[in-house]
């Protein structure tokens, strides 16, 4: 069956440090991948978007590689801060080119 | 530049009723997704709306309906209302039907009794 897999674990950090999420996905074979970041209570905010054809995208402290042998993505924020502190949902193409999310990983930065 | 709106924020409602959520899309676009998404889950897609037409549709029953009007606005409409529909209802837009960069709303929250 297809799975979209997010560490359900909270990733608790450091300040200044850089913050790795993980995104592994099964039974998918998908046309891009998404990053969202979701604060409580809101909608989600489009982050950066990486196509099956690349490997890696840079969006200012952000990074996402996205390894379609592995069948997994990462999300890297670099110098974390306090304010990156969020859930980020990784999204992939699940078919005529809808987006299928997974339920997200918090983050939290400690000052 | 107004971004996606949504009303109302809060919704509560019993079993059996009806309700109906309202999304104005980002000024520019076209397209409307509406997702739904239960505590600790990622939103689902429900059904995407571009010149006033269902296009996509996931999978959730009949009783979830839209409606798109001509500005582009739209109506998300759920009959014979059940407990497990309770979550926060998302519209997202975009445009020309993509979904590459959707713009999300602050979403209603429906709480089912």
């Known amino acids: 069956s297809q799975k979209i897999e997010q560490n359900s674990e909270a990733l608790n950090i450091q300040e200044g440090k850089t913050a790795t999420l993980t995104c592994n996905y099964t039974?998918?074979?998908?046309?891009?991948l998404q990053w969202y970041r979701q604060d409580p209570g809101r909608g989600p905010v489009f982050l950066l978007l990486?196509?099956?054809?690349?490997k890696e995208k840079r969006k200012e402290r952000l990074k996402v590689t996205f390894d379609t042998t592995l069948k997994q993505s990462l999300f890297h924020i670099t110098a974390s801060q306090p304010a990156d502190s969020a859930t980020y949902l990784c999204?992939?193409?699940?078919?005529?080119?809808?987006?299928?999310f997974g339920r997200g990983t918090s983050l939290i930065v400690h000052p | 530049d107004a971004g996606v709106t949504q009303s109302p924020t809060h919704l509560i409602k019993t079993r059996g009723q009806q309700v109906t959520l309202r999304c104005s899309p980002k000024?520019?676009?076209?397209?409307v997704s509406w997702y739904q998404q239960a505590l600790g889950q990622g939103p689902q897609f429900i059904f995407q709306?571009?010149?006033?037409?269902?296009?996509q549709r996931g999978n959730f029953p009949d009783r979830f309906s839209g409606h798109q009007f001509p500005n582009y606005s739209s109506e998300l409409n759920v009959n014979a209302l059940l407990l497990g529909d309770s979550a926060l209802y998302l519209c997202?837009?975009?445009?020309?039907?993509?979904?590459?960069?959707?713009?999300f709303g602050p979403g209603t929250r429906l709480t089912v009794t």
């Open positions: 997202a837009s975009s445009l020309e039907q993509g979904f590459s960069e959707q713009y």
């Open positions: 039974n998918y074979s998908p046309a891009y």
């Open positions: 990486i196509r099956e054809n690349e």
């Open positions: 999204a992939l193409e699940g078919g005529s080119y809808i987006p299928t």
């Open positions: 000024s520019g676009h076209d397209t």
């Open positions: 709306y571009y010149e006033e037409e269902e296009r």
